[in-house]
């Protein structure tokens, strides 16, 4: 199985910060990177996929980058709805896809 | 806008079967590949299953062969069956589309506890 790691875990940050989450791959994955936003008691949502393109609907602050083993989900301005758990998955190599162990943002 | 709903029972004792279903509003079942993913304090989000609407199917080897995933597309559902459960199947049962390998849209998730 492909492993993804996310760093940080958690990250405290305020209204209006730039934040920068960071996903690795455990081999190259290409382009094949997703990214979703899950708040409590809701399913994920999907944000990115093929690392860069932004899901219909979904802000033009979230935005991603990378390709191979490393990638970055970047918040330009984070609003109060932001404040969410952030997952990423590859979708080069299956079975099975992975998740990565999540990222958790929360207000400073 | 489709809509993914699961359902079936809360609990399920060890050793005994899981089986789930998940019922498809606003669309058709056809032309997609549809999915299963857990969630768990222990595991996270985890790749169960998905299968094709001609019935061709996929499986985390991780399940080995407890995991089994069907279409019923006169009803336009499918459903998810895994045996031998333990109490580290616990967890939030997901159904989901997926497009290119990624899941577009998501039922809103069942806590499945195994437990006697």
């Known amino acids: 199985d492909i492993q993804m790691t996310q760093s940080p875990s958690s990250l405290s940050a305020s209204v209006g910060d730039r934040v920068t989450i960071t996903c690795r791959a455990s081999?190259?994955?290409?382009?094949?990177l997703i990214w979703y936003q899950q708040k409590p008691g809701k399913a994920p949502n999907l944000l990115i996929y093929g690392a860069t393109s932004l899901q219909s609907g979904v802000p033009s602050r979230f935005s991603g980058s990378g390709s191979g083993t490393d990638f970055t989900l970047t918040i330009s301005s984070l609003q109060p709805e932001d404040f969410a758990t952030y997952y990423c998955?590859?979708?080069?190599?299956?079975?099975?896809?992975?998740f990565g162990q999540g990222t958790r943002l929360e207000i400073k | 806008q489709v809509q993914l709903q699961e359902s079936g029972p809360g609990l399920v004792k060890p050793s005994e079967t899981l089986s789930l279903t998940c019922t498809v509003s606003?669309?058709?079942?056809?032309?997609?590949?549809w999915s299963w993913i857990r969630q768990s304090p222990e595991k996270g989000l985890e790749w169960l299953a998905y299968i094709y609407d001609s019935g061709s199917t996929t499986y985390n080897p991780s399940l080995k062969s407890r995991v089994t995933t069907s279409l019923h597309t006169s009803k336009n559902q499918f459903s998810l069956t895994l045996t031998s459960v333990t109490p580290a199947d616990t967890a939030v049962y997901y159904c989901?589309?997926?497009?290119?390998?990624?899941?577009?849209?998501w039922g809103q998730g069942t806590l499945v506890t195994v437990s006697s």
């Open positions: 998955q590859q979708s080069y190599s299956a079975p099975p896809y992975t």
């Open positions: 606003g669309g058709s079942i056809s032309g997609y590949y």
């Open positions: 989901a589309r997926v497009v290119d390998g990624y899941c577009v849209g």
């Open positions: 081999q190259s994955i290409s382009r094949y």
